[in-house]
């Protein structure tokens, strides 16, 4: 995961050899599928679910990792953003920033509030809990890895 979570970094940095969006978005839909492969993989390793909830859970996270998916496509377009507009940042284009991602933090918020409830409609509540432990686990690697990439406001 982590050289999947770094090809996305290595995209976003100026200068760095993959310059065309195309190529970029390219590289962000590979690094998504492989992160993706191995989220599922990770998930189906620890929950154990039995035949039953593994019918009822598997369209269940897929739906939620859908929805997780538009929240990420914002915060891909504001890195992006961001490494674009780092050399001439303003005052007023940071805090129009600040203010996406606050939202976007808000958005992971209320789609997991929303998913939370279903998934313990299907699930006992140790394996919700597992599967949500595991979800903060992998993004906070994810966020870890972008946050070691991405420079600081000059």
């Given at each position: 995961m982590k050289k999947a979570v770094w090809i996305v970094c290595l995209a976003l940095i100026p200068g760095a050899m993959i310059s065309s969006a195309q190529e970029i978005n390219?590289?962000?839909?590979?690094?998504?599928?492989?992160?993706?492969?191995?989220?599922?993989?990770?998930?189906?390793?620890?929950?154990?679910?039995t035949e039953e909830e593994s019918?009822?859970?598997?369209?269940?996270y897929h739906d939620y990792r859908g929805a997780m998916r538009k929240v990420d496509d914002r915060s891909v377009e504001l890195i992006t953003g961001y490494v674009d507009n780092l050399e001439t940042m303003t005052d007023d284009l940071a805090e129009t920033m600040l203010k996406e991602f606050m939202s976007i933090r808000q958005g992971e918020l209320d789609v997991t509030r929303k998913y939370l409830k279903?998934?313990?409609?299907?699930?006992?509540?140790?394996?919700?809990?597992?599967?949500?432990?595991?979800?903060?686990?992998?993004?906070?690697v994810i966020d870890f890895e972008l946050a070691s990439e991405i420079p600081l406001v000059p």
């Open positions: 390219d590289e962000v839909e590979l690094t998504r599928s492989i992160i993706q492969t191995q989220r599922q993989a990770i998930v189906t390793a620890a929950l154990q679910l019918q009822k859970f598997w369209p269940l279903r998934f313990q409609k299907i699930l006992p509540a140790t394996k919700v809990a597992r599967f949500f432990q595991l979800e903060n686990k992998l993004d906070t």
